[in-house]
């Protein structure tokens, strides 16, 4: 009779342990991650360059289009000018990256890094200028500061731009 209630005692435990450990579900069992993101406990972790529940959505593209800007240029050897209402510039994907887009600024094409909402111009040298801003997108209301310094004054220019997209 002990060895019975031993064998069973057994066999219900064991019983016990396996239909619990059967009710356990893989949280990132039904996730579908795209763009090479990886689940994690049921949410998707994306790529640098990728945003959204599944990883679908490319950061930048909210970036992109044209927007109608205004805003000023402060130079201390040049003074102050003023970007009137309505002054275009347009933001396009670069080839450079899924995070890279160009911004095309009063003539000049500038290279920026999305992070989210925000991107980032690292330094870059386009003929005797040096250029480097930061700006961000709310909704469609794009802002940035962009630096750009003049070798042959020399000065260092900030332009101030906000704008919508259109």
Do not use: H, W
């Not at 005692?9 to 064991?14: E, I, T, W």
């Not at 111009?121 to 962009?146: E, F, K, R, W």
């Amino acid at each position: 009779m002990k060895i019975f209630s031993a064998s069973s005692l057994s066999a219900l435990a064991l019983s016990t342990m396996l239909f619990f450990s059967a009710c356990t579900t893989d949280p990132c069992k039904d996730v579908v991650c795209e763009n090479d993101g990886t689940c994690n406990d049921g949410t998707c972790e994306c790529i640098a360059g990728y945003e959204g529940d599944d990883c679908s959505t490319e950061m930048r593209a909210k970036f992109v289009g044209t927007f109608n800007i205004s805003g000023t240029v402060s130079c201390p050897v040049s003074g102050t000018f003023t970007i009137p209402p309505g002054t275009s510039i347009t933001v396009a994907n670069s080839s450079a990256g899924v995070d890279k887009i160009i911004i095309n600024l009063l003539g000049t094409a500038l290279v920026a890094t999305v992070d989210g909402s925000s991107l980032t111009i690292a330094t870059q040298q386009v003929g005797d200028y040096t250029y480097t801003g930061t700006g961000t997108i709310n909704n469609n209301n794009l802002s940035m500061t962009i630096n750009e310094f003049d070798s042959t004054v020399p000065e260092t220019c900030v332009y101030t731009v906000s704008g919508v997209k259109q």
